[in-house]
């Protein structure tokens, strides 16, 4: 049976004590197969110890790990890293520098007939024909990345587990880099989990994204379901920029704040009462007038594709990004208003 398309990777109960601290505590997880699991979190809250569990570096302490149609681990039972189809990718790549490209990747391939073959197959898929014999040092950063990757799926894991694998490389070249190499996994039907603390790698790239905070998974969802609706002021937080204004809830869905009256989205955490109303800033919309909360720009900042904008209103500063063509200038008087519908707290 083709594991890569037929189980899903099911995470039930899963806890890790270093010492006295507990570093997972209760983790619960079903990732689809040939599916993309981001874990998106800040440094600290468990993500790398997570996927050291699900390769089987570090034995659980509660909990059960399955995939592939098998149990791979519980606290009593382990099967060992090489026999669980996986390829792992870490945050520096560890190459072999006295080996060539074609040696790395052969590394890890068993001496069966068509290994050859199998290296050309891998250099191809992920954009390396022709660098073979090329050492690691003669390599830029994200060649040498994507040779990490080819050696990963030499063998033809069921699972990818990429940890930060693109840190050292700047943001821009991080980003395409992440999703030149999810497109060449989704290619080849392999499951993968991601780890990552950049919320726009983590939405471009993922069809789940977990999101982790002190050993704890706070929403898991689609990716625009956790950005529109975090399902706690803490995701708010994780996930992007986000702007909290004090406000009251309705009964019928709205809510009014500073910015005047908003639509809450049917799951919103809080329907009636006080509340810290979530609004990403691009919603929030400038017009020169019409109907909305009068404001004034105090502060301005040009960055490019982009303008930083303070806006002033009568109870309230907020700091704004807007399109640098569109962004109204330093003084100018206008109307704010909000577009979409909101997420509200109660204990934001």
């Keep these: 049976m083709d594991i890569k398309t ?3 990777m099911i995470l039930s109960g899963i806890h890790k004590y270093f010492g006295r601290t507990e570093v997972l505590a209760g983790i619960d997880l079903s990732i689809p197969a040939g599916s993309v699991l981001a874990l998106l979190g800040p ?25 592939g149609g098998r149990t791979m681990a519980t606290a009593r039972t382990c099967v060992p890293p090489e ?12 190459l072999f520098p006295h080996l060539t490209v074609e040696g790395n990747i052969r590394f890890g391939l068993t ?12 250099l191809a898929l992920t954009g390396l024909s022709g660098l073979g014999q090329r050492f690691p040092h003669e390599l830029s950063g994200g060649q040498q990345q994507r040779v990490a990757l080819a050696r990963a799926l030499a063998p033809g894991p069921s699972l990818v587990l990429l940890d930060e694998p693109f840190n050292a490389l700047d943001l821009d070249l991080r980003r395409s880099m992440c999703e030149e190499v999810i497109r060449v996994l989704r ?16 939405f471009a790239v993922s069809d789940q994204l977990a999101v982790m905070q002190s050993g704890r998974i706070m929403q898991c969802a689609r990716p625009e379901d956790v950005y529109w609706q975090p399902a706690s002021a803490a995701v ?10 004090s406000g009251q809830c309705r009964s019928d869905g709205t809510a009014y704040c500073a910015l005047g009256d908003v639509h809450l989205h049917a799951g919103s955490p809080c329907q009636a009462g006080a509340a810290q109303i979530v609004v990403r ?38 700091d704004l990004r807007m399109p640098s063509l569109t962004a109204p200038a330093l003084g100018a008087q206008g109307c704010l208003r909000v577009l979409g519908k909101c ?3 109660a204990d934001a």
Aim: glycine share 12%; aromatic share 6%.
């Design 236 to 245: 708010a937080r994780l996930t992007g920029a986000a702007l909290f204004v």
């Design 83 to 94: 026999q669980r189809a996986i390829g792992y990718v870490p945050q520096e790549g560890t």
């Design 6 to 8: 037929a189980h899903p």
């Design 343 to 345: 997420m509200a707290y």
């Design 281 to 318: 800033p691009e919603q929030v919309q400038w017009t020169e007038s019409g109907s909305g909360v009068a404001a004034r720009v105090s502060y301005r900042s040009f960055r490019g594709d982009h303008t930083l904008i303070g806006v002033d209103l009568k109870d309230l500063c907020l």
């Design 43 to 67: 440094s600290g809250c468990g993500k790398t110890t997570l996927l050291r569990l699900i390769a089987g570096f570090d034995p659980l302490d509660e909990g059960q790990i399955a995939f």
């Design 111 to 122: 001496r069966r007939s068509g290994r050859h073959e199998r290296v050309k197959e891998v």
């Design 187 to 202: 290619q080849t039907g392999t499951m993968t989990v991601l780890v990552t603390h950049d919320p726009g790698e983590a």
